[in-house]
């Protein structure tokens, strides 16, 4: 059976051209590039080329990117870093309900720690007020924290609107830019962000390391101690293979992010057209919009089913995608963000995200679209919602929440 994979938004696979350009830092180029020996000098080197390949990718210097271990310790560096750098000047941080965990649980014991948060709320479509985001600013207002897009829905944020806001009243602004990297053009210049945070297994590199952009002149106080590494600003010896690999994976982004977004986007809306057209009582989740949602992500929900049921069904015929975050899979909890999108709670729980990536292809999204209708109409068929036989003007509290679609 042939393995189709759709979950590039909660993983990607290694490029090839990445993992050669690793390899020699698990052989002989060994050092430690904290050493001032030519074999630390070699291996120094080559993380400076990945500061620059990097920096590059965002419009940003490369004297302003921290390489770390991931987007979670990236977020939760940028947002503790920034306050406690910020101490006594205000208590306020303003944030999103649509946020990754990395951002709203830092901001979560934030508020255990004396600090108040607001989440902002969003629509239906999980599109945010700005209206809103300027009407929280209080004068202790010292960190906005938005999303560059949302992992689970593929929601684009107005950043640089957002930026201009921040600035106009002089408040840090810290982008989880995790998915959005890669995807869409990213100009830290243009969009006025003092922090930025990605992820390199969200981009052709491996797990376990990832860069945060700090502005020149944004003090951040450092999470980990005991080390000068990153300018001092992220002590412990740096995983050098990995963040050869990152800066590689930027550099190949930056050439072909146009070309692969094109392609993505073709095929993404080939599957949502597809799904839409041929599954009734299917809902799309998140802004129909579509160039304001990232070209690779389709979430929608399925009536009368549940998303696990049906990522098990897929899953018998090669095909991965997810429900929720993959962070949150294994819970039975529907997603966060799909709450805060008021989605009614049984659709929430079929939320299915399908998440393309550079290799996919045009036969992969053509099985999909084949298995996926029968697999749902199976799926209904063994369902008593489905054939709860009531009429629509009889009271079922599920099925009359169902029509509402
Ligand atoms: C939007 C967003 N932020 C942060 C993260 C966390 O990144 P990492 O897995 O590198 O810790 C993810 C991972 O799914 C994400 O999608």
Redesign the pocket.
């Known amino acids: 059976m042939k393995q189709i994979y759709l979950d590039y938004?909660?993983t990607t696979p290694v490029r090839p051209e990445v993992l050669e350009a690793m390899l020699p830092f698990y052989k002989e180029q060994f050092g430690n590039p904290s050493s001032v020996h030519w074999a630390g000098r070699a291996v120094a080197g080559a993380i400076e080329k990945a500061r620059e390949q990097v920096a590059a990718l965002l419009n940003a210097s490369p004297a302003e990117i921290v390489f770390v271990s991931?987007?979670?310790e990236g977020?939760n560096m940028a947002i503790k870093g920034t306050l406690e750098a910020l101490k006594g000047k205000g208590n306020h941080i303003i944030t999103t309900a649509v946020e990754?965990p990395?951002v709203l649980e830092t901001c979560q014991y934030l508020e255990k720690n004396g600090y108040d948060v607001t989440y902002l709320p969003v629509d239906c479509d999980g599109r945010l007020n700005l209206e809103d985001l300027e009407a929280a600013i209080t004068d202790q207002t010292v960190l906005i924290s938005v999303?560059w897009a949302n992992?689970e829905t593929g929601n684009i944020y107005r950043i640089e609107e957002i930026g201009a806001i921040a600035k106009k009243h002089n408040i840090r602004f810290h982008t989880?830019a995790?998915?959005a990297v890669g995807k869409l053009p990213i100009d830290v210049q243009k969009a006025n962000v003092d922090l930025l945070v990605l992820?390199g297994?969200k981009i052709g590199a491996p797990k376990g390391v990832?860069a945060i952009y700090v502005r020149r002149g944004s003090r951040m106080v450092p999470l980990l101690h005991g080390g000068h590494q990153e300018r001092n600003r992220r002590a412990g010896t740096q995983n050098v293979a990995g963040i050869v690999g990152l800066g590689v994976a930027c550099e190949i982004a930056a050439a072909e992010r146009e070309e692969v977004y094109q392609r993505m986007r073709t095929l993404r809306d080939k599957l949502e057209d597809g799904l839409l057209a041929q599954i009734p009582e299917i809902k799309l989740n998140g802004t129909p919009d579509r160039d304001h949602r990232l070209p690779n992500t389709l979430n929608v929900s399925f009536a009368y089913i549940e998303g696990e049921s049906l990522l098990m069904n897929m899953d018998m015929h090669g095909i991965a995608a997810s429900s929720g975050?993959?962070?949150s899979s294994g819970s039975l909890e529907p997603s966060h963000v799909m709450g805060a999108m008021c989605v009614e709670i049984t659709l929430a729980h079929s939320s299915t995200r399908f998440s393309l990536g550079p290799e996919t292809t045009e036969e992969e999204i053509d099985t999909v679209l084949e298995v996926l209708p029968a697999a749902v109409q199976r799926l209904r068929d063994m369902s008593p919602l489905y054939n709860c036989g009531k009429s629509s003007s009889e009271a079922c509290l599920i099925c009359e929440t169902v029509r509402r679609i």
């Open positions: 938004n909660a991931c987007g979670s977020d990754h990395a999303m992992n989880d995790v998915q992820s297994h990832g975050s993959a962070c």
